[in-house]
C-alpha cells in the first residue's frame, strides 16, 4: 500500500528492540510510522511526523505479529473421532498421520489450497503475520512436490518434511524410502523449499536415517529444523544442535545434557539476532494430546532460546492459535507473560533466522497487530477471548474481527 500510516494512541508498544524497557523492549506514549510496507519511524507520540492515514490504537497494545514457525497446513480430511478417541483414554503414538497422508494422496490441488488459504486467514485473523508451512501428508514424490508448491503460494518459510513417517508402502523397507526421500524426492522438493526437517522418533526415523536425510538437504542448501523429542527421550535435539539447525521442536523429554547442547548455542533475548539452535515448544500438541509439558522454565534458566508455535495440524494440535499458545505456555511451562509473548514473535523470527519480523523497530516489515487490551499481559490473563482488534501484514490493514 503506498503512502505513509501512522499508528498512535498506543497504549504500550512492545519491540522486542532496544530502546525501551525490559525484554519486550516496552514503549510508552509511543507512536509508530509505517511506509512501504515497513516500520519507518518510531518515537514519542507528540513528536510523530505527519503522515497520509492515520489509525487510532484507542489505548490498546501494538506487538509485533506473532510468527508461528511450525505448523502443516498441507492436507485433507480431519481426525476429531481419533481426537475423541484419545480423550476417552487411548494413547497417542503418531501412527494416524497415516490416515492423513491417504485423504491427502486422494485430494485435488484446489482441495489443498482452499484448506492453506482457511488456516492462513485462521492465523492472521489471531494476530500471525509470519507463518511456516511443512509438507509431510503427501510422501510420494508427486505428492510432496505438490505440497510446497500450494504451500510457496502461501509463504517463504516452506519445509519438506518427506521424513515425517514412513508411509505404509515401504512400512517392511525404511531404508529404501529413506534413499527415496533423499534422492528424487529431495530434488523435486527442494525448488520450492527453504528448510527440510526429519521426525526423528521412536516410530518414525531413528538418528542415522534422520542425520543422513538432514545432510542431504544441507547439502542442496536447505536449513535444517528436526521434530525432536516429543514422546520420549531420544538423540533428535542432540542431533540438531550438531548439525547447527535452527530449531529443534517438541523438546518435550529432554536430559540435562540436551539442555545444556541447547543453551551452548546462545541466548537470543533481547539485543539482536545470531543464529541459535532454538527450542521451539509446542504446548498445542501436549494439550491435545493430554501429555506432560515441556518445562521451558528449565530451558530458559540454562540460557536456551525459546519459541512457541502451534504444531497447527489435524492429528495432535488442530489450533491455528498463538495467543492459545501463550495462555499454555504462562499457566502450565512456567513461563512469564513477557517471556511467552517473546517466545511467540521473536523467538519464532529466531526459529526461522528472520531478522525482518518478530520486532518493531525502523526498517523492519510493518507486521503488527492491536489489542483490544492495554497490555500484552492479557493475552494469557484473559485465555479464550478474542483480543485482537486489528492486524497489519506488510504495512496493509487486514479484515477486522
Ligand atoms: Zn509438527
Redesign the pocket.
Known sequence: MRGSLLVDNIGELVTNSPGGDGPLGIRRDAALLVEDGEVAWIGPARDAPAADRRIDAEGGAVLPGFVDS?A?LVFAGDRAAEFAARMAGEPYTGGGIRTTVGATRAASDDELRATVRRLRGEAMRQGTTTIEIKSGYGLTVADEARSLRIAAEFTEDTTFLGAHVVPGEYADRPDDYVGMVCGPMLAAAAPYARWIDVFCERGAFDVDHARAILACGQAVGLGVRV?ANQLGPGPGVQLGVELGAASV?HCTHLTDADVDALASTGTTWVSGFEPTTVATLLPGAEFSTRSPYPDARRLLDAGATVALAT?C?PGSSYTSSMPFCIALAVREMRMTPAEAVWAATAGGAAALRRTDVGRLARGARADLMILDAPSHLHLAYRPGVPLIRQVLHNGVPQCRQ
Open positions: 511450525h502443516h521434530h521442536d504444531d495440524n
